[in-house]
């Protein structure tokens, strides 16, 4: 919530999607390492297990990719076809709520969802 409909710092690195899915879940100062899509894969096969599209829950992880490619865009669930998200890395692109069909238009290569649940959670 705290982010939601704000921007980074201008100083801040560059935030973006991947970053952005990561931390959905966390509380406090976050880790401000960035993650290529290639580290975005390694550290959400470490820290998330693969779940059913049709059994997200809040603040599970939604991943956007051509068929068998690297992840283009990611996403957190948060309700019936809303999602968090952070559509790139500049400043000036904020934190926002968006539809779900809203997200998918944006990236329509990218037909290969995939969800992935947090461990613990």
């Given at each position: ?35 290529s899509a290639e580290e975005f ?81």
């Amino acid at each position: 919530r705290s982010r939601v409909d704000t921007f980074p710092s201008p100083t801040a690195p560059a935030f973006d999607c991947f970053w952005t899915a990561l931390h959905f879940h966390v509380r406090g100062e976050p880790d401000a390492r960035l993650y290529s899509a290639e580290e975005f894969s390694r550290q959400l096969a470490l820290t998330h297990s693969p779940v059913a599209l049709d059994e997200v829950t809040l603040g599970d992880v939604l991943v956007f990719r051509p068929p068998g490619g690297p992840p283009q865009h990611a996403v957190n669930y948060v309700a019936s076809g809303l999602v968090f998200t952070k559509n790139g890395g500049s400043s000036r692109r904020p934190f926002a709520l968006m539809r779900l069909s809203d997200v998918l238009a944006i990236y329509p290569l990218a037909t290969d969802l995939q969800a992935w649940r947090r461990r613990g959670s």
